[in-house]
């Protein structure tokens, strides 16, 4: 599975932003696909996920309210709608996918695409 995300940008303080994530390969199966972050001289964390319908959701705390992910799995793509975004937003957005979804959430993720910027100034 190849994972192609895009969307990063430079913002201000309470703007918002969406990442798009395609993945592409070998897609076939219950692919549950999220996000995770790292900030400069922190640990790479996790952000968001959505299990394969759709059906369930998972955000980090730090997020609940702010960011929406969703899916459409005829384009292979999930969305990361982020809205009234905080400086402490500000990392290099990771998209990734598994077939398991107790797994998703975890570095022990199978697939990592490459990351997009993000910042948000204040």
């Known amino acids: 599975v190849q994972l192609q995300a895009s969307g990063g940008g430079l913002v201000q303080a309470g703007d918002s932003l969406r990442l798009s994530c395609v993945a592409s390969?070998?897609?076939?199966?219950?692919?549950?696909m999220g996000w995770f972050r790292q900030a400069p001289g922190k640990e790479r964390e996790f952000v968001a996920a959505?299990?394969?319908?759709?059906?369930?959701?998972y955000y980090t705390d730090s997020v609940k309210g702010r960011f929406t992910l969703s899916r459409d799995n005829a384009k292979k793509t999930v969305y990361l709608q982020m809205n009234s975004l905080k400086p402490e937003d500000t990392a290099v957005y990771y998209c990734?996918?598994?077939?398991?979804?107790?797994?998703?959430?975890?570095?022990?993720?199978?697939?990592w695409g490459k990351g997009t910027q993000v910042t948000v100034s204040s």
């Open positions: 990734v996918a598994d077939r398991h979804w107790g797994r998703i959430t975890t570095i022990r993720v199978d697939h």
């Open positions: 390969g070998r897609t076939s199966g219950s692919l549950a």
């Open positions: 959505v299990s394969w319908m759709g059906s369930n959701t």
